[in-house]
């Protein structure tokens, strides 16, 4: 299974842009990359996913290198309700379960 | 919009009791996952159906089971409890039908075994 690993803690200012990595180093040509959150033990969310190119969608944007090593989740206007584990996953081949690694803990402040 | 459904939010039983936790998915849904998150751990995958047979299956003890039914709910049924299993339980639902596979998880069912 391709690794993932974030740091584990990072803060933010309320409003200004949240910018999580993730390294992927030994993905596959077809496995995807997905990112979930968690917010305080509530279930799992998902937010956005991308193979190559770069994604966007209502809730953030995934930048993936051209050679697909590594990534960075991008929350452009990040608030309080954003405060959340968030996890990049490695999606298998041929499987759709998820491995989560330990997250990056995101912290917003005012 | 309809989302995944667990019964019972919380659970509290003693040690070699028996429990069963059900999900209901999302309508139109026909995989089921499980996954196990306990204390100040991230989840884990447990097991998963589609179309009411399993599709993969991880890090479940022999004294769990699971099986999904013809109207894709699913039901784990957990044996002789240990103080271990206290978890949060969570069920995902998804469709082959989306091709992102993106797994939709419900709000989690609280077990406490003492």
């Known amino acids: 299974d391709a690794k993932t690993t974030q740091p584990p803690s990072m803060d933010c200012a309320e409003g200004r842009a949240a910018n999580l990595p993730c390294n992927h180093s030994?993905?596959?040509?077809?496995?995807?990359v997905y990112w979930y959150r968690q917010i305080h033990s509530q279930g799992p969310q998902y937010i956005i996913h991308?193979?190559?190119n770069n994604e966007t969608n209502e809730m953030a944007s995934l930048i993936i290198t051209e050679d697909r090593k590594s990534s960075t989740l991008i929350l452009p206007h990040a608030t309080l309700r954003d405060t959340a584990v968030y996890y990049c996953?490695?999606?298998?081949?041929?499987?759709?379960?998820?491995?989560f690694g330990t997250g990056t803990r995101l912290q917003v402040f005012p | 919009a309809a989302g995944v459904i667990q019964s019972p939010r919380h659970l509290i039983k003693e040690k070699r009791e028996t429990a069963t936790l059900k999900c209901y998915p999302i309508?139109?849904?026909?995989?089921v996952y499980w996954y196990q998150q306990g204390p100040g751990q991230d989840p884990q995958f447990l097991i998963s159906f589609y179309e009411k047979m399993q599709s993969d299956k991880g890090s479940i003890p022999d004294r769990f089971s699971a099986q999904q039914f013809s109207d894709y709910h699913s039901e784990l049924n957990m044996s002789s409890l240990e103080l271990g299993d206290s978890a949060l339980y969570f069920c995902a639902s998804s469709s082959d039908r989306s091709s992102s596979y993106e797994q939709y998880f419900g709000p989690g069912t609280r077990l406490t075994v003492t």
């Open positions: 996953i490695v999606r298998v081949e041929d499987t759709d379960k998820l491995i």
């Open positions: 991308g193979l190559k």
């Open positions: 030994t993905i596959s040509g077809n496995e995807y």
């Open positions: 309508p139109r849904h026909d995989t």
